[in-house]
């Protein structure tokens, strides 16, 4: 089992940043990628970023690529979403979930285990 923790989410205004957390713990030496997903309301969860667990390779959909920025702490098996340059359309809940597979892991169905989620509104 992997548990995972978001944190950071928040209300704040266009053009804002955010830095979201999500800490990994338990059995992660199975993990090969952490990723970020977003929810909004009636909507399904969709990707937004990836990094792989060693923290050398990394995918954004293109909506927020030159905005946000995925990282990784080894030493606290920490990921990390920088969101910059807000927009409203960013709004919705962002869950981070690991994954085992090499593949498809802009699909949600990759994923093994999800965290709780964290709110993110943004106003215009």
């Known amino acids: 089992q992997v548990q995972l923790v978001e944190s950071g989410g928040g209300l704040v205004q266009a053009g804002d940043s955010l830095r979201l957390s999500c800490a990994a713990s338990g059995r992660t030496f199975s993990t090969y990628a952490m990723s970020w997903f977003r929810q909004a309301p009636g909507k399904e969860r969709v990707f937004v970023a990836a990094?792989?667990?060693?923290?050398?390779?990394?995918d954004y959909t293109d909506s927020v690529k030159g905005r946000f920025t995925i990282t990784k702490d080894n030493a606290k098996n920490t990921v990390y979403l920088q969101m910059t340059s807000l927009k409203p359309e960013d709004t919705a809940v962002y869950f981070c979930?690991?994954?085992?597979?090499?593949?498809?892991?802009?699909?949600?169905?990759?994923?093994?285990?999800w965290g709780q989620g964290t709110q993110v509104t943004v106003s215009s």
């Open positions: 990094i792989t667990w060693s923290g050398g390779g990394s």
């Open positions: 979930g690991t994954s085992s597979r090499c593949c498809n892991i802009r699909r949600s169905t990759a994923y093994d285990y």
